[in-house]
T-cell receptor
Framework: EPEVTQTPSHQVTQMGQEVILRCVPI?????FYWYRQILGQKVEFLVS????????KSEIFDDQFSVERPDGSNFTLKIRSTKLEDSAMYFC?????????????FGPGTRLTVL | GNSVTQMEGPVTLSEEAFLTINCTYT??????LFWYVQYPGEGLQLLLK?????DKGSNKGFEATYRKETTSFHLEKGSVQVSDSAVYFC????????????FGTGTRLLVSP
């Protein structure tokens, strides 16, 4: 069964460093999303992406964040200069279409720890 | 704004016990409601959903009814198994735009033999 994959599963970085979180969505999906969950808090929407453009972003997704689909398979989230408060679990999701029966499929997450 | 509130966990039950995980929502408009489940080491998986008031979503023995009057979508299962141990997330989205999900904090369920 097709699945969304994410790498790495755990990333440890120093404050101020750049990190890139990688996702491989399901191959025929067209809509891509990033969410994050700070420990003990809600899963929060960060950004949605379609047709090589950001379609919607939350107020969390400031200039430190960027997303890219560099080739036909990967979907990346870059944090330019990490802060302590960026420590969280980051989930990637993809969706085939916007019909009501299409569901978002999630990856297992990348745990980011900023020291 | 739109938000989802779930009961705090963990919920600890013995096998074959009855499960309820409470979920209430605040929304402007009429969202679709979802329950997602996350097993250890895996991504969030859609468990069930309901798209309008009084709809009942069901899957794998779990069910939840969309109650507009109480703005609730409580998850229930008549007899839990050890394999149901996981984190359960309640969520909503609207059928407009790119349908981002708004999640609750998740409730961890631990079922012992």
């Amino acid at each position: 069964e097709p699945e969304v994959t994410q790498t790495p599963s755990h990333q440890v970085t120093q404050m101020g460093q750049e990190v890139i979180l990688r996702c491989v969505p399901i191959s025929n999906h067209l809509y891509f999303y990033w969410y994050r969950q700070i420990l003990g808090q809600k899963v929060e929407f960060l950004v949605s992406f379609y047709n090589n453009e950001i379609s919607e972003k939350s107020e969390i997704f400031d200039d430190q964040f960027s997303v890219e689909r560099p080739d036909g398979s990967n979907f990346t989230l870059k944090i330019r200069s990490t802060k302590l408060e960026d420590s969280a679990m980051y989930f990637c999701a993809s969706k085939e279409g916007l019909a009501a029966y299409n569901e978002q499929f999630f990856g297992p997450g990348t745990r980011l720890t900023v020291l | 704004g739109n938000s989802v509130t779930q009961m705090e966990g963990p919920v600890t039950l013995s096998e074959e016990a009855f499960l309820t995980i409470n979920c209430t929502y605040t929304a402007t408009g009429y969202p679709s409601l979802f329950w997602y489940v996350q097993y250890p080491g895996e991504g969030l998986q859609l468990l069930l959903k309901a798209t309008k008031a009084d709809d009942k979503g069901s899957n794998k023995g779990f069910e939840a009814t969309y109650r507009k009057e109480t703005t609730s979508f409580h998850l229930e299962k008549g007899s839990v198994q050890v394999s149901d141990s996981a984190v359960y997330f309640c969520a909503l989205s609207f059928n407009t735009g790119f349908q981002k999900l708004v999640f609750g904090t998740g409730t961890r369920l631990l079922v012992s033999p």
